[in-house]
Structures are given as structure tokens and as C-alpha cells.
């Protein structure tokens, strides 16, 4: 919508309240609703001030002033509201200078988009995201000095064949790993899945399909591609709607990597591609008929791949998931086809779908800043031609140790990855898309979660060492 739309929504649909919503650096949507009588044409100019101070990682009480930008174009109405509400996505500006807040993360999706642009590589790239995701019946969790546990449960998960219901056991449930595409009522979430699709329909998005995914509760919508910061908006309405709709079915849904042991855990591929003159950049007559440009692309998200952990699997929870033997691309390599491997090319007949996967990323990730540095790793490879070796066209899972010791792997901690950004942040700051302060304060935000983690007893621990 243009500002005239909205202004026309607005009064010819009975808008009550309009919704502003802002992403934090970790990646969570905020947002404030004010009466649609108080949106007019200079509000949408001037935008609306706030407290930065209270959000986390961003400035301090004595310079908290700060100024939230309307971005009409990414308006819709919020369906999950009595009183009818139009929501609209932020960035957000310094209010004395108008200038891009530089710890804003839509910001930096925008910068990277621009960058893009000035580098002479490109007009437009392209970013189609799978996120999955789980649906619970029942979550507990206690982190307190004398215990720390958590409890999940789920009607239609493995572990109940042989629990007593009150109105009997139905027993067919997908088993441990046994989850992709049964049809019901094996798979019992077609009629919530379907609703959330249709609502993300009727919301504007941009959607094509939906599964059950590979683990017990473990579930899949899909988006399609997008331009980098409409894409972003679109995963976070992505997930609002899935945590909508699942509240209203007396579910809980989570983006959590891993959070049950022993079944696959939760990943986000990411399908990226780079168009210029209205071409496609990515096709070409080299391997798996890809371009020069998109191996140079593939070469520098591998050559980054473990400072772009920091940003694409943010959280202690994710090194759970990225681990050989549950369908996790934990090796540095790349393949047509073959999913065992961190970046993959999908198979496809039209150039126009040609387009390289990041198969290590997670939900867990802000996707403005997961995008925006998967963005700037594959320009930097194609900027300094970064060869990405040899394709990996076998099943890596099952390589001898001898071979596996070749090859190169993604971080194994929200530690590791810490410092690796540290030691390899520069590509991120080129044409002052990331800023070095930004880093720095995500960086300190993630170390908090860090020593959290780090510095809690665990339950397993108790079981492997209370006795000792």
C-alpha cells in the first residue's frame, strides 16, 4: 500500500487501530497500537517516538529517544484481533538526524539491499525461506537453584502409543524419524496447518503448500520467494500466524532448533538468488548449469560460513540440531541435489528458478540478519572470485573418517560461533550495511545467553556425575 491506500483502507474499511511493529536484534516482534484516528498523512511522514532504552541491545536510558518508521508497502490487517486492526512493519531512525538507527535489524536488510545495488552485481535478490517448526499440547520448564527440567507433551507424538486417554488411543502416530508426508490420520495436522495457511493467504502472503516434516510434532508451511526485507517482514508474520493459530487450537507452537533428543530438530533453509537487468545472475553453463557469479556466491557463504553461524543458527539451542546423524548439515560443502551438504542447488528445468540453499540456517535466526549477512558473504565471494571447490556429489553422511577429516564444519557452539564472528566480521561491514557497534552490541547480547547456558547444571549432568 501507498500512504493514500492506507489512509483509504483506513477509512473505508473502519480501521479501529493500526498496529506498528519493530523486530529487536534477537530477532523478536514488538509492537504498539495506537487508535487509527491518530494516523494521518504527517504521521506517516514523521513517525512515531519511543523508549529504545527498554528494548535489548539497543541504547542506553540517557539517549533512549528514538523513531519508528512506517513502511506502508508491507501493510495488512491483523486477522487474530476483535476490534479490526491494520498492522504495519517499522524500521527505525535516529530522531534528531532522521539516518537509519544502525543496530536496527530491518534497517541493515535494507542497507544490504542497497549495497546489492552499488556493487554493480545486481538489482534484486531473491529469498525463499522453509522454516519448520513444532506443535505441542502441553510445555513445562523450571531454571531455578535447586532444579531445572522441562517436560513436553503432544497427543499425536511418538512416545504415546501406549498412553491411557479417557476417550481411548487411536494409535497411529508417525514414528521417531517417521514424520515426512503420511497422509492422516497418521499426520493429525492437516486441518491446523491448512487454517494457518489460509490466513497467511488471506493476510497477503505470498504461500504455496504444507506438510508434516520428518520428527514426531514437527511441521512445514511454504513461503514464496521474496525480495530480502519483504521476505524478512513476510517470516515474521510467518511465525505470528503460526503462534496465533496454534493458541487458538490450545497448542504451542515453537521455532526452537532442538527441542526434543533424539529426533530431528527444526531448520530453516534458505533458497537465494540474484537477478540483474531482469536476468537471472545464478544461471549459467557451469556445474549443475549454475553461473560463475553463483559459485563465487556458494564459495563465500562456505569461506563465512562459521562467522554466519553467529547470525544464522543464534541460539545455544541451535548446536543441538547440527549434529551428523539427523539429517543436519553440519559439512562445509555443496552439491546439486544432495542434502547432506550446507549449500545445495535444487534441481530445476527454468533458469529463472535457479538458486542456491543454505541448509544450515534455523527459525531461531532474525531473519533481517540472517538474510542481510548470507547477502554479504555471497557478495564478497563474487567480488573476490572465492572458489568453492569441487562439488560433493555423495551422501556425506556416510563417508569414511579418513575423508570426513577433509572436510570443513560449521561451528559446534553459540561459543565457537562468537568467535568466529569476532575474527571475521569485515565482510559484514562492508558499505556500512553491519557497523561495527552493531556487531559488537549483538555480540554482547549473545554472550549473556551464552554464560546463561554455560553456567546452569544440567539434568544430564546430574545423571552422569551426581555419583562420582
Known sequence: MSTKDVLETIKDEDVEYVDIRFTDPRGKLQHVTLLSDQVDEDFLEEGFMFDGSSIAGWKSIDQSDMKLMLDTESAYMDPFFAEKTMAVHCSVVEPDTGEAYERDPRGTAEKAEAYLKSSGIGDTSYWGPEAEFFLFDDVRYSVEMNKVSYEIDAIDASWNTDTEYEMGNMGHRPGVKGGYFPVPPIDDGQDIRSEMLSTMKRMGMKVDKHHHEVASCQHELGLIFSSLTAQADHLQKYKYVIHQVAHAYGKSATFMPKPIAGDNGTGMH????????????????????????????????????????????????????????????????YSARNRSGCVRIPWTESPKAKRVEARFPDPAANPYLC??????????????????????????????????EGIPTVCASLREAMDELDADMDFLLQGDVFTRDQVEGYMDLKWEEIYAFEHTPHPMEFKMYYSC
Open 371 to 404: 538474510f542481510a549477512a548470507l547477502l554479504m558473504a555471497g557478495i564478497d565471494g563474487i567480488k573476490n572470485k572465492i572458489d568453492p571447490g569441487e562439488a560433493m556429489d555423495k551422501d556425506l553422511y556416510d563417508l569414511p573418517p579418513e575423508e570426513l
Open 270 to 333: 534458505v533458497n537465494m538468488s540474484i537477478w540483474k537487468d531482469d536476468k537471472p545472475l545464478f544461471a549459467g553453463d557451469k556445474y549443475a548449469d549454475l553461473s560463475q557469479e553463483a559459485l563465487y556466491y556458494i564459495g563465500g557463504v562456505l569461506k563465512h560460513a562459521k562467522a554466519l553461524n553467529a547470525f544464522t543458527n543464534p541460539s545455544t539451542n541451535s548446536y543441538k540440531r547440527l549434529i551428523p546423524g539427523f539429517e543436519a548439515p553440519v559439512l562445509r560443502a
